[in-house]
């Protein structure tokens, strides 16, 4: 017998406080190994015996937020396509979601592309000197794209960092926090869920800057 489809209504709820739980956790360790507060915190030295331990654990958190940021874009990015009536099952299998890739392309297909200026007010944050995945900037048309490679990066690859620079949470971290913002701005449970501090901006003044 065949499971039946999900659909938005009935299983919202539950998405919604997974996403904004662990966006929660997700800006508290970004808080800790990209502080936007304190640029100047002293960084651990992975050479030095006495900062070792420091050192592994900052990293493994880092690590950690890099993979939430990841698995909260995928699973954002399937509720909004739900949201708009796109089926996110795999076609032959119905209890089977379709992968991250997937539901990128299909967000980009139906929902970017048939509305007009999607993403407007946002802006790109260009590198100096720097490129991450082979980009020179962040931009909100390829963030989604961005994402999908960072959550397959982090979950079937070795527990390393990839370079990012400091940047690079803070804008992907509001890149979610804007699509949270877009697509839910009416819903009660975004209003009285008790974790607004999650949709917050964060990061230093020019990241802030392309989401303001």
């Known amino acids: 017998m065949q499971q039946k489809i999900k659909h ?15 966006l929660t ?8 190994t ?7 915190t002293e960084p651990a030295k992975p050479y030095d015996h006495k900062w070792r331990k420091k050192f592994y654990m900052l990293r493994c958190r880092h690590i950690l ?14 509720l909004i396509l739900l949201k708009y009536g796109i089926n996110i099952n795999k076609s032959r299998k119905p209890n089977e979601l ?41 931009n909100p048309n ?3 794209d961005l994402l999908v490679e960072l959550r397959n990066k982090y ?3 070795y527990p390393e960092p990839q370079g990012e620079a400091r940047a690079i949470p803070w804008y992907i971290y509001n890149f979610l926090v804007f699509l949270i913002k877009k697509e839910f701005n009416k819903e009660d449970i975004i209003e009285n869920n008790g974790r607004s501090e999650a949709l917050i901006y964060i990061g230093d003044k020019e990241v ?5």
């Open 8 to 22: 938005y209504n009935e299983i919202k709820e539950s998405y919604h406080h997974f996403i904004l739980f662990t």
């Open 25 to 32: 956790e997700c800006r508290k360790l970004i808080k800790i």
């Open 34 to 40: 990209s502080p936007w507060d304190n640029i100047e």
């Open 65 to 78: 937020a890099m993979t939430l940021l990841g698995i909260i874009g995928e699973h954002l990015t399937k």
């Open 98 to 138: 379709i992968t991250f890739g997937e539901a990128k392309d299909k967000f980009k297909k139906h929902i970017i592309k048939k509305q007009n200026k999607y993403f407007n007010g946002l802006k790109s944050y260009k590198f100096y000197n720097y490129q991450f995945f082979n980009r020179k900037k962040l």
């Open 142 to 144: 390829d963030c989604l």
């Open 155 to 157: 979950i079937h690859h």
């Open 208 to 212: 802030k800057e392309c989401f303001n």
